[in-house]
């Protein structure tokens, strides 16, 4: 099997929809010398975070353990704080969507512009339910993790350096963290070349292990047990200079994190700061929001600037403001302090989009992406948006990209990349899509890495949205970004591709 990278649950799995669609939603900002944040009102339905959280901080263990295989771990049912709709699903709602591109031949895509993999080799194998694979890339490693729970690292020939090895086993007995509830994250960390391995545990706990050298074959590790509060379901981390930041679920709620990075690289005590928001109350029988925390591609941004959490909301999903729309949220950080200031600062309203409700054959919200030769279907997460939630700076612009799949008509199963701005105000984001006509097709979303490398070059991309809604296309790319209107500091408008 090649080795791929997952950022959602991959096995909670059901069905929906004859057709694939890709809605693209593009946003840019310009950023203008001088400014900081977005000092435009606050919509009327803006809500605050909850009260900040400063946890003291916590003393790492300092281990080097064995990197010889180990044998898997009994399968496990991972523990979830996800409250699924306790009615069906409604009936799906198909919006139409002018850049739809559903009659374009398949052979566009599939033949002689992608070249097949450099390395293809199996990775680790899991029957835990879910098995939630993640994996991420480094200068010299891959490393893969899954329920319940192991990592393997591997150099980029395919070779195993280390493991598998069970995540818990870090751990010295009767530590929680050696419980292995599940649900991990691996994040390269390209500024310290360093990693970050993850997993909750109940009732209340992050178990984080941070490579001591850039080497994660090397069994060296520092260890931190965080004490949540609440049961942090869903994590999903970002890289940014001053902490690693992270989302999770913690019903009502969604929880807001920012770890001392500068101490958890040193090996030193580290704590964390928290807010919360609500997860909003959708309508009956669909289920509610996530948000997803910044994480750093490239060069570092310019000087004091924050992170950025962005959620999707789907009208469906706020039975109080039955908009679509796109929150993008700043998190500023100061360790020196200990605050931790977590607003809304612009608010995004793309082309009208629903999630996919699901409930294909009846079995509920799981039950949504069809599968080929059986009735078992694969659930969507058509509510959240998909880790990452990618930054990059160009100097002059900012970006941020990141996917999620939706309903569109004429097709059920569709990504979005979206872009949102930084800091400077939007004036309008654009949306688009790309679909196609064979029965039961549904992927993960196109890859959203070279639309933030190709940012305002328009020859990276098959096609461009405006404002109005006309396209252009160019000959090159099967992969599209969308052409926006972005207002600068002075009032004046440009827009990118």
């Not at 981390?237 to 930041?245: I, Q, R, T």
């Not at 500091?489 to 827009?495: E, F, K, R």
Request: aromatic share 8%; glycine share 8%.
């Amino acid at each position: 099997m090649a080795i791929t990278r997952h950022g959602r649950r991959s096995s909670r799995h059901r069905t929906v929809g004859t057709r694939l669609t890709v809605l693209s939603v593009a946003v840019a900002s310009l950023l203008a010398a001088g400014l900081v944040g977005f000092t435009g009102p606050r919509p009327a339905y803006a809500q605050g975070a909850g009260p900040i959280v400063v946890a003291p901080p916590v003393a790492p263990l300092a281990v080097t353990v064995s990197t010889s295989p180990e044998p898997p771990p009994a399968p496990t049912v991972v523990p979830e704080g996800e409250p699924l709709p306790a009615v069906a699903p409604p009936a799906p709602v198909l919006l139409p969507d002018p850049g739809a591109q559903v009659a374009e031949p398949l052979t566009l895509e599939a033949i002689g512009l992608m070249s097949g993999p450099i390395v293809n080799f199996a990775g680790l194998a899991s029957g835990s339910q879910p098995p939630d694979v993640t994996g991420a890339v480094g200068r010299n490693h891959f490393v893969e993790m899954l329920n319940s729970t192991q990592f393997q690292v591997w150099n980029k020939q395919g070779t195993s350096l280390a493991g598998p090895t069970t995540f818990g086993n870090l751990w010295p007995g009767g530590s929680i963290c050696r419980s292995n509830a599940g649900d991990p994250i691996v994040v390269y960390d390209h500024l310290a070349d360093r990693w970050l391995l993850s997993q909750f545990a109940n009732p209340n706990q992050m178990c984080v292990a941070i490579s001591q050298t850039p080497n994660p074959a090397a069994g060296t590790w520092f260890l931190y047990t965080f004490n949540t509060g609440t049961f942090p379901d869903y994590p999903k981390f970002g890289v940014w200079p001053d902490g690693y930041y992270m989302s999770s679920y913690e019903s009502p709620n969604l929880g807001i994190y920012v770890f001392d990075r500068a101490n958890m690289l040193l090996g030193n005590a580290a704590g964390f700061m928290k807010t919360t928001i609500s997860v909003l109350t959708p309508n009956a029988g669909v289920r509610d929001t996530r948000i997803l925390p910044g994480n750093l591609v490239g060069s570092p941004p310019p000087d004091s600037t924050p992170n950025y959490f962005v959620r999707s909301v789907d009208d469906q999903q706020d039975t109080s403001n039955a908009t679509d729309r796109i929150e993008v949220y700043e998190a500023r950080t100061d360790w020196v302090n200990a605050t931790f200031n977590f607003v809304l600062v612009n608010t995004l309203t793309p082309a009208a989009f629903n999630i996919m409700v699901c409930n294909r054959n009846g079995a509920g919200t799981r039950d949504c992406i069809p599968q080929p030769n059986t009735t078992a279907t694969v659930d969507a997460l058509s509510n959240r948006p998909m880790m990452q939630l990618n930054y990059r700076t160009f100097g002059a612009s900012q970006s941020l990209v990141v996917n999620q799949t939706i309903n569109v008509a004429g097709a059920l199963g569709n990504a979005i990349p979206f872009a949102p701005a930084k800091r400077s105000p939007v004036a309008a984001g654009a949306s688009g899509s790309r679909g196609r006509t064979l029965p039961s097709r549904w992927r993960r979303p196109p890859r959203t890495s070279c639309c933030i490398a190709g940012w305002g070059a328009p020859r990276r991309t098959r096609s461009a949205t405006s404002p109005s809604g006309t396209t252009s296309r160019t000959a090159t790319t099967p992969i599209r970004c969308s052409r926006v209107s972005v207002t600068r500091a002075d009032g004046s408008t440009t827009c990118r591709t």
